[in-house]
């Protein structure tokens, strides 16, 4: 049964920083691409940064030079540094995890996502 759990989630001020973890287990024999996505109240999911097994990180344009992505691929593990926190970063937070190798490339899974709380 795989597994996806998202920790370190808080509050924070604003221009304050958070990181979050994320763990993946039982994962099929696969090579993994992990993201971060955020959803605040009454908004989509959106996309905010992923890491490939091979240590590429991508982000979108608001979150570029605020977060950074790190892994460890052999752990199936990503966290997310997150500094200059502002208080539209509010939102809840989600680890997805998907499958990198043509085998498994239509396999995602997703956390439960955790709460990210940045006052003014």
């Known amino acids: 049964q795989v597994e996806v759990e998202e920790s370190g989630g808080g509050s924070a001020q604003t221009g304050g920083s958070l990181r979050l973890a994320c763990s993946a287990s039982?994962?099929?024999?696969?090579?993994?691409?992990m993201s971060w996505w955020r959803q605040a109240p009454g908004k989509e999911r959106e996309f905010l940064t992923g890491?490939?097994?091979?240590?590429?990180?991508r982000y979108v344009q608001s979150v570029k030079g605020r977060f950074t992505i790190s892994h460890d691929d052999v752990k199936d593990s990503v966290w997310l540094q997150m500094d200059s926190l502002k208080p539209e970063d509010t939102a809840m937070y989600y680890c997805?995890?998907?499958?990198?190798?043509?085998?498994?490339?239509?396999?995602?899974?997703w956390g439960k996502g955790i709460q990210v709380i940045v006052s003014s």
């Open positions: 997805k995890v998907s499958g990198y190798n043509s085998w498994c490339v239509t396999s995602h899974y």
């Open positions: 890491i490939a097994p091979d240590g590429r990180a």
């Open positions: 039982g994962l099929p024999a696969c090579n993994w691409d």
